[in-house]
């Protein structure tokens, strides 16, 4: 019949605004996901690798103290002329000189350290890129 015609139902504008704002709210909602899933992984992967770290330090400084009674007792053996605080003093001295190289050294490196979750930033970064393109 003349009367049985199809015709292309094309989405009302309504309903494209209304799909891409829930896009949107999706996309945000999934990159606040790896936001807090990047962060959550750098949490706990950063304090396993404290725990040994501290540990380590602990028993490394016991065994310093340890060691450098011992060395100034050596330098006293070495020098019997010295007296005793001379050779404390000395390995004293050493020790600190040593010891703040060493805090110089890691406030540098750690100076260089990004504390932010990169690839999730580069992800919404290239969102909202998009975003704004279109």
């Given at each position: 019949?003349?009367?049985?015609?199809?015709?292309?139902?094309?989405?009302?504008?309504?309903?494209?605004?209304?799909?891409?704002?829930?896009?949107?709210?999706?996309?945000?909602?999934?990159?606040?996901?790896?936001?807090?899933?990047?962060?959550k992984n750098d949490i706990r992967r950063t304090v396993m690798a404290l725990i040994p770290l501290v540990v380590?330090?602990?028993?490394?400084?016991?065994?310093?103290?340890?060691?450098?009674?011992?060395?100034?007792?050596?330098?006293?053996?070495?020098?019997?002329?010295?007296?005793?605080?001379?050779?404390?003093?000395?390995?004293?001295?050493?020790?600190?000189?040593?010891?703040?190289?060493?805090?110089?050294?890691?406030?540098?490196?750690?100076?260089?350290?990004?504390?932010?979750?990169?690839?999730?930033?580069?992800?919404?970064?290239?969102?909202?890129?998009?975003?704004?393109?279109?």
């Amino acid at each position: 019949m003349a009367t049985d015609f199809e015709t292309d139902q094309q989405p009302a504008v309504s309903s494209l605004v209304a799909g891409i704002v829930q896009d949107a709210k999706q996309l945000f909602t999934e990159q606040m996901t790896l936001f807090q899933v990047e962060i959550k992984n750098d949490i706990r992967r950063t304090v396993m690798a404290l725990i040994p770290l501290v540990v380590g330090g602990v028993v490394a400084f016991l065994g310093g103290i340890v060691l450098l009674f011992a060395a100034a007792y050596f330098v006293c053996w070495l020098f019997p002329d010295l007296p005793t605080w001379v050779g404390f003093a000395s390995v004293g001295g050493l020790v600190l000189l040593v010891g703040g190289g060493l805090i110089f050294w890691g406030k540098s490196q750690l100076s260089a350290i990004n504390p932010l979750p990169e690839v999730a930033l580069q992800g919404l970064k290239e969102n909202l890129q998009w975003k704004t393109k279109n």
